[in-house]
């Protein structure tokens, strides 16, 4: 139903930065970033939901992470600080969470990734 697309991944230094966008079709009233590696599962990374203001992250990026929307609400970024190696996975944008916010099985709508690497 809604289309996504994420952009601004690339390949860092430990240490540095990047920040993930991602530009969606329409509405969205739950954003979240995922990321996957091969051979493991999709693993939630941020979620917010724009109305309330209310943000989620996983333990492993909290205070490196930081979720936001754009100056509409069809667009969300992921600023991602201090970044680790194990930070390297393929990236996610998802909308529209049906329930819970680390779930992807909850989420209608989903980007086809962008790829962050981060090298020592």
């Known amino acids: 139903q809604v289309a996504l697309e994420e952009s601004g991944g690339g390949s860092v230094q430990a240490g540095g930065s990047l920040r993930l966008s991602c530009a969606a079709s329409?509405?969205?009233?739950?954003m979240a970033w995922f990321r996957q590696i091969p051979g493991q599962g999709r693993e939630a990374v941020a979620a917010?939901?724009?109305?309330?203001?209310?943000?989620h992250y996983a333990d492993s990026v909290k205070g490196r992470f930081t979720i936001s929307r754009g100056n509409t609400r069809n667009t969300m970024y992921l600023q991602m600080n201090n970044l680790k190696p194990e930070d390297t996975a393929m990236y996610y944008c998802?909308?529209?969470?049906?329930?819970?916010?680390?779930?992807?099985?909850?989420?209608?709508?989903w980007g086809q990734g962008t790829q962050v690497t981060v090298s020592s």
């Open positions: 998802a909308a529209n969470s049906d329930g819970s916010w680390s779930s992807p099985d909850d989420y209608r709508s």
């Open positions: 329409a509405y969205i009233y739950t």
């Open positions: 917010i939901y724009p109305r309330s203001g209310t943000t």
